[in-house]
C-alpha cells in the first residue's frame, strides 16, 4: 500500500551529528527551529507549530480554539478515527455531516446541523482532496464557527495557487511514516492568527512557561530533535517526491480508465494542484472480493476509511436523525492502490490487470 521514504543515510546521519554536537535532544531544540522556520519559508506562512503526531496537534488545535466545553462539531464519519476520537477526548460532540461524491464534507448539508451549542466545523481534506473551501468559510462566518481543517492527507496541495493550510482558523498536518511528508512519526499546526502562537506551544509543553511558571493544563506533545532532523533531511525531496507520484498516479489513471466497474476521482481540477498522495477508486459491487483477490496476488491495498464510523461501536451514539448513507456507500467500494515513488510501471500494470481479471 505504501512504503515510507527514507532519504540518503547519510544525508540523515550529516543532521543527527548536529543533535550529538548540540547534545540536546528534544524540547524546542536548534532542528525543531530549524524545521519551523523551513516550513514557513516554503508554505509562505507565519506560523507553524510542530508536535510528536498529528493526533495531538489536532487535540491541541481544538484546545486552543478554545470552545465551550461540550460543544458541537461538525465533521464527517469518512475519515481516519484519530478526528473523531480527537473531539470526544476534548469533551465536545461529534456531529456526523455526509460527504460529497469527492469524498470531503457535503456542504449543501452543514447548515441544517447547526444548533445553539455548535461551536466549529472540523472538515477533513480526505486523500489530499480539498474541501469546497470557500464555502466553508461563507458558513463559519455567518454563524461564526471556528474552521479546524485536518489536513492530514494535504501536505503540499493548493487551492487556485494558495496552500491549502491558507484556509480556516487552523489546520492540522500529519507527518506519520505514511504520509507524504515524514518526520517519522509527527505532525504540525498551520495558522495565521499569531495570537494563537503562545498557548499552542504551551500546550505541548505541559503549560509551561517558565522555571517557575505553569500557564495552564497543558500535555507532553513535543517533536524531538530525531524526528525533526528527519524532517530537515526528507523536504528537500518533496518535489521529486510529488513528480514521482504524479507520473504512478497518471499510469494507474491511464489503465483504470477502461475497466468497468472502477471509477476513479476527477482530482485533476484545473484549480487544484494535487499531492497524489493516494490512489482511490471505487468498486461498485463486490469490492471485498477484489481486495481478497489482491491480497492472494501479494498486492496490498486498503479499505481506506472502513467501516464507517457511524458503525463503530463506541462512536454509533453521535449519530443523529440526517443521512450519512453517502459516506456508509463509499466505505464499501472503495480502495485505496500502493502508491509509493519507487512503485515501477510494471507493478502499476500488473496490480490494474488483477483488479480487471478480479472483476
Ligand atoms: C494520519 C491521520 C491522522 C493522525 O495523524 P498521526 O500523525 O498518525 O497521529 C489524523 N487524521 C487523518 C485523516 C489521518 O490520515
Redesign the pocket.
Known amino acids: 500500500m505504501t512504503k515510507p521514504f527514507l532519504p540518503p543515510i547519510n544525508e540523515y546521519l550529516y543532521n543527527l551529528e548536529k543533535i550529538w554536537e548540540s547534545n540536546i535532544l528534544t524540547n524546542m531544540g536548534p532542528l525543531h527551529v530549524d524545521l519551523e522556520r523551513e516550513l514557513c519559508s516554503r508554505f509562505g506562512c507565519e506560523n507553524v507549530a510542530l508536535f510528536t503526531?498529528?493526533?495531538l496537534a489536532?487535540e491541541i488545535a481544538l484546545k486552543a480554539l478554545n470552545l465551550e466545553p461540550g460543544s458541537e462539531i461538525i465533521t464527517t464519519p469518512f475519515?481516519?478515527v484519530?478526528?473523531i476520537s480527537s473531539i470526544v477526548n476534548q469533551g465536545h460532540i461529534p456531529v456526523f455531516c455526509d460527504i460529497d461524491d469527492d469524498c470531503t464534507i457535503d456542504v449543501d448539508q452543514i447548515e441544517a446541523l447547526i444548533t445553539p451549542k455548535t461551536a466549529a466545523i472540523l472538515p477533513?481534506h480526505v486523500y489530499g482532496f480539498p474541501c469546497d473551501v470557500e464555502r466553508i468559510d461563507e458558513i463559519a462566518r455567518k454563524h461564526r464557527l471556528k474552521v479546524l481543517y485536518?489536513a492530514?492527507?494535504a501536505f503540499g496541495v493548493r487551492v487556485n495557487g494558495k496552500d491549502i493550510s491558507q484556509f480556516g482558523d487552523i489546520s492540522m498536518f500529519?507527518?506519520?511514516a505514511t504520509?507524504l511528508f515524514h518526520t517519522i512519526?509527527?505532525?504540525a499546526l498551520i495558522f495565521a492568527d499569531s495570537a494563537l502562537k503562545t498557548n499552542i506551544d504551551l500546550y505541548k509543553n505541559f503549560g509551561i512557561s517558565g522555571p517557575e511558571t505553569i500557564e495552564l493544563v497543558g500535555l507532553n506533545a513535543k517533536m524531538n530533535e530525531f524526528q525533526a532532523a528527519m524532517g530537515l533531511t526528507v523536504l528537500p525531496y518533496l518535489d521529486e517526491i510529488i513528480e514521482q507520484r504524479k507520473t504512478i498516479f497518471e499510469r494507474y489513471m491511464q489503465n483504470l480508465d477502461n475497466i468497468q466497474g472502477v471509477s476513479i476521482f476527477p482530482c485533476q481540477d484545473k484549480n487544484i494542484d494535487y499531492n497524489y498522495a493516494y490512489v482511490p477508486i471505487l468498486i461498485t459491487t463486490k469490492r471485498n472480493e477484489v481486495f481478497d483477490v489482491l491480497a492472494a496476488n501479494n498486492i496490498h491495498a486498503r479499505k481506506y476509511f472502513y467501516p464507517s464510523l457511524t458503525k463503530v461501536e463506541c462512536y454509533r451514539q453521535y449519530m443523529r436523525n440526517n443521512s450519512t448513507r453517502k459516506a456508509e456507500t463509499i466505505t464499501e467500494q472503495v480502495l485505496a492502490l500502493p502508491i509509493y515513488p519507487s512503485l515501477t510501471f510494471e507493478q502499476v500494470d500488473r496490480v490494474c490487470r488483477t483488479i480487471q481479471e478480479a472483476i
Open positions: 503526531n498529528g493526533h489536532l475519515t481516519f484519530s478526528t477533513v485536518d492530514a492527507h500529519s507527518f506519520h504520509k512519526e509527527g505532525g
